[in-house]
Nanobody, 120 residues
Framework: QVQLVESGGGSVQAGGSLRLSCAASGNIFRIASMGWYRQAPGKQRELVAN???????NYADSVKGRFTISKDNAKNTVFLQMNSLKPEDTAVYYC??????????????WGQGIQVTVSS
């Protein structure tokens, strides 16, 4: 099994910054990608950013230039540095991992979600 532990959420004022972390543990053989999604009330879950194994990144247009995704391969941890936060960034943020377990197949794994609230 895989465990994803998210941290770093909270409440900030517009223009502020937060840094989310997601640490993966378990019988992980290989990781293909790690990423962050978010879901605001009444809206569908959407991709915020992801990073694949060789380091290429992908961002939602709404966060380009403000958010930066990075990873620590040795610790199976992904980070999301969020700067210049806006009220519309308010959502529950979810970490997602695409990985293969020892003796297993490729699967998606999700964190429990962490609240980010940006006030105007």
């Amino acid at each position: 099994q895989v465990q994803l532990v998210e941290s770093g959420g909270g409440s900030v004022q517009a223009g502020g910054s937060l840094r989310l972390s997601c640490a993966a543990s378990g019988n992980i053989f290989r990781i293909a990608s790690m990423g962050w999604y978010r879901q605001a009330p009444g809206k569908q879950r959407e991709l915020v950013a992801n990073i694949i194994s060789e380091g290429s990144t992908n961002y939602a247009d709404s966060v380009k230039g403000r958010f930066t995704i990075s990873k620590d391969n040795a610790k199976n941890t992904v980070f999301l540095q969020m700067n210049s936060l806006k009220p519309e960034d308010t959502a529950v943020y979810y970490c997602k991992l695409l990985a293969r377990l020892l003796g297993g197949t490729w699967s998606d794994y999700w964190g429990q979600g962490i609240q980010v609230t940006v006030s105007s």
